[in-house]
């Protein structure tokens, strides 16, 4: 066997034994243990910040993109919001131990339905640093082993903060093994960590159409994608069109480098003369590049044409895609076809209209009369998010600890048998 | 395109445009269809008889197993089972409309959790042909689209099968192409199906090693697998020695074909005197071959010496092995290492015992003090089941009607926007 596999084979058996020791852990030893890794983050500022300052220097001397560079950044600020969004994850409920359903068997047998941690996660995430902690904090308080895969332009960011962790957490239990990181930038490792089935209960992917591809194709364990957010805005004829206004808006400038931004509006031709004009020029003021098709440019002139791939585009950046379409029954045509079945936002007033969409569009999340922005595991009332499943198996939407755990039946008799 | 490649891809896009349609049914037209197709084949059973002796005679002419002929046969009470079966998830609440969480926002957003259908699934399964009656309408109940991979052995009773659903389904508005059968018996089918990721949301395939390894490692599907059993007993020294004895006898005797049957007895080495001789002297009395190793033959002289492979084996058969063990831990050490995470008994009277048991072996159903033969989606009150999921993700254990279903968040506003 190579070097690579020996070293993931191995990561994965440590990560195997340690899943069975945090399985056993009790809230109070979980929380004690997040509360001292979210001081230790406070602690080792300076150190943290050094280690992101030569990623920096990296990103920069390989001319990554600027969009790259801001997600890689860190600073105080930063540092201190992983510090609290650890400190909250031990305010959280411990979603391990929960009572899902009981049943009782007319022969007296006791079915009870209970949650329980899911074994061993594999995270693999690009760019942003924070996704570490994060990662760390919600598999760890969820009573999984986890092993971190972050990228490369990160490698030292994301070791300052693993030895961090490591070091407070391990002062008060952290139980040996239970978060780990890969130390190999090599993409080898990917391939025989989605393959250790007898080690690795999930694998998942948060990234660019690229990242997902490569984990799924390859991957024998199983897979929650966390794909990217190409959300839309339908504007039906029957909309409050003040309402589709602010909310376009908001959609598309609050935030635009987030998967729940708007990436796609689409408006239906009976109100598109009344509609478009104001609302692009309104669009363009805030800096929004506009593109679409030719019916679109009528209402607007300085409007691009639209290539096919703008339908299908996550642009995380002030660009927008516009067209016209036949109606709710195109729309949903269109966000079936070209979404990615993360967020997407009817504005109608027509209840008949809102509920055709609401039913047809097969989505994670479908908003109406509401800007797709507020998908997100807070808002939710989750407390906090590993990521938004694009998935439809186990987790659909924002995933939060509930969602990183499993269940198992336990059943108790006094001597029942079977007829 | 290869002409495989071509069907299969057909299959996949006409399951696709009717999981659309099958999602929009309301309860009663779905209950109605699947009235329709029980009594339709009650209607037909000579058809299907007939089918099913070509089947028959070609597994005797191909010398298959009696067990695998066992599995394949039809007859009257079989085919009115499956009549019966399809009528019972008729009268099974729906389980697409769920209403599963309600959350309201600060700002007013009602945020609801929808059970929802999954899309389209593809079930991959061997010699039995009622699981061809039996997942068509569990998938169609679920308001999905099916695509059925059946055993090559039983390609005329499936055809059979499927042309009566299909015929008296139709009459009475079951949507085209909801259920299909792959038509040919070439492998190259299943490797195609696995991987129609734009048309096909789940695979579950149901069967043994060969069937579960070759279709977790070419899909790039999620894949919920259900894979063999290989149940366990284990019997404490704390163990009402009655009880174990009855629930042993149970365990491995009274249906020994079927995946929750114990295929091996672990005893604890401070009772084993006391409890093997008389135990294994009745299995054997029951027909029961016994395997163990060469602490269990000191007890029973006439056990066979087990091998390495008897310890992960699912012999489905009146084959036993036994296994003296050193307490609970050793117990538990063994499960998680050879079982399949099905379904594991302990029995024992101390409560400490059973505790350790119940929280550290990692299966699917943990008994204490019961047969494992329990482990049955009409036991633990789901009506009816798909199988029994050896997975951990989304469904574990027994998988009825809602867990052939995912979920939606519908966000409900009057123009909200995030700051």
């Given at each position: 066997m190579d070097q690579i596999k020996v070293e993931i084979l191995k990561l994965g058996k440590q990560a195997k034994v340690a899943s069975q020791v945090c399985a056993q852990l009790d809230s109070s030893q979980k929380n004690k243990i997040l509360q001292a890794m979210a001081k230790g983050l406070q602690a080792d500022q300076n150190d943290i910040l050094i280690a992101n300052q030569l990623d920096f220097a990296n990103a920069k001397e390989a001319k990554l993109s600027s969009a790259l560079i801001d997600r890689l950044e860190l600073n105080s600020a930063r540092i201190a919001s992983m510090s609290e969004g650890l400190a909250q994850v031990a305010e959280l409920p411990d979603?391990?131990?929960?009572?899902l359903k009981n049943i009782k068997h007319q022969n007296g047998l006791l079915i009870d339905k209970v949650a329980v941690p899911i074994g061993v996660i594999v995270m693999i995430y690009e760019s942003r640093p924070n996704v570490t902690a994060d990662a760390a904090g919600l598999c760890f308080k969820s009573g999984n082993a986890v092993i971190l895969r972050g990228g490369k332009e990160a490698k030292h960011s994301n070791f300052a903060i693993l030895e961090s962790l490591l070091r407070s957490g391990t002062a008060v239990g952290?139980?040996?093994?239970?978060i780990q990181l890969v130390e190999?930038?090599?993409?080898?490792a990917v391939s025989e960590l989605v393959k250790l089935n007898n080690c690795v209960d999930l694998v998942i992917p948060r990234g660019g159409e690229k990242l997902i591809s490569t984990v799924s194709e390859m991957a024998t364990v199983p897979v929650i994608k966390h794909y990217k957010g190409v959300c839309h805005t339908y504007v039906d004829a029957s909309a409050d069109l003040e309402k589709a206004s602010s909310i376009v808006i908001n959609a598309k400038?609050?935030?635009?480098?987030?998967?729940?931004?708007?990436e796609t509006l689409l408006v239906d031709r009976v109100i598109a003369e009344k509609f478009l004009p104001t609302a692009l020029s309104v669009l363009a003021k805030n800096n929004v590049e506009l593109r679409g098709e030719a019916e679109s440019k009528k209402y607007f002139p300085e409007l691009k044409l639209a290539t096919e791939e703008d339908w299908s585009?996550?642009?995380?950046?002030l660009i927008l895609a516009v067209k016209v379409v036949d109606g709710v029954d195109e729309a949903i045509t269109h966000i079936n076809h070209y979404?990615?079945?993360?967020s997407d936002a009817i504005i109608a007033e027509d209840k008949a209209v809102q509920d055709k969409f609401r039913k047809q569009v097969d989505s994670a999340t479908v908003y109406i009369?509401?800007?797709?922005?507020?998908?997100?595991g807070f808002e939710f009332g989750?407390?906090?998010?590993i990521g938004i499943s694009?998935?439809?198996?186990?987790?659909?939407g924002p995933m939060g600890l509930e969602e990183l755990t499993t269940y198992k039946y336990i059943i108790e008799g006094n001597g029942q048998v079977r007829k």
């Amino acid at each position: 066997m190579d070097q690579i596999k020996v070293e993931i084979l191995k990561l994965g058996k440590q990560a195997k034994v340690a899943s069975q020791v945090c399985a056993q852990l009790d809230s109070s030893q979980k929380n004690k243990i997040l509360q001292a890794m979210a001081k230790g983050l406070q602690a080792d500022q300076n150190d943290i910040l050094i280690a992101n300052q030569l990623d920096f220097a990296n990103a920069k001397e390989a001319k990554l993109s600027s969009a790259l560079i801001d997600r890689l950044e860190l600073n105080s600020a930063r540092i201190a919001s992983m510090s609290e969004g650890l400190a909250q994850v031990a305010e959280l409920p411990d979603p391990v131990g929960r009572n899902l359903k009981n049943i009782k068997h007319q022969n007296g047998l006791l079915i009870d339905k209970v949650a329980v941690p899911i074994g061993v996660i594999v995270m693999i995430y690009e760019s942003r640093p924070n996704v570490t902690a994060d990662a760390a904090g919600l598999c760890f308080k969820s009573g999984n082993a986890v092993i971190l895969r972050g990228g490369k332009e990160a490698k030292h960011s994301n070791f300052a903060i693993l030895e961090s962790l490591l070091r407070s957490g391990t002062a008060v239990g952290l139980p040996e093994h239970a978060i780990q990181l890969v130390e190999t930038g090599d993409h080898q490792a990917v391939s025989e960590l989605v393959k250790l089935n007898n080690c690795v209960d999930l694998v998942i992917p948060r990234g660019g159409e690229k990242l997902i591809s490569t984990v799924s194709e390859m991957a024998t364990v199983p897979v929650i994608k966390h794909y990217k957010g190409v959300c839309h805005t339908y504007v039906d004829a029957s909309a409050d069109l003040e309402k589709a206004s602010s909310i376009v808006i908001n959609a598309k400038c609050s935030k635009p480098g987030v998967c729940n931004a708007m990436e796609t509006l689409l408006v239906d031709r009976v109100i598109a003369e009344k509609f478009l004009p104001t609302a692009l020029s309104v669009l363009a003021k805030n800096n929004v590049e506009l593109r679409g098709e030719a019916e679109s440019k009528k209402y607007f002139p300085e409007l691009k044409l639209a290539t096919e791939e703008d339908w299908s585009a996550e642009y995380l950046d002030l660009i927008l895609a516009v067209k016209v379409v036949d109606g709710v029954d195109e729309a949903i045509t269109h966000i079936n076809h070209y979404g990615s079945h993360h967020s997407d936002a009817i504005i109608a007033e027509d209840k008949a209209v809102q509920d055709k969409f609401r039913k047809q569009v097969d989505s994670a999340t479908v908003y109406i009369n509401a800007s797709t922005r507020f998908t997100d595991g807070f808002e939710f009332g989750m407390g906090a998010e590993i990521g938004i499943s694009t998935d439809k198996l186990h987790a659909r939407g924002p995933m939060g600890l509930e969602e990183l755990t499993t269940y198992k039946y336990i059943i108790e008799g006094n001597g029942q048998v079977r007829k």
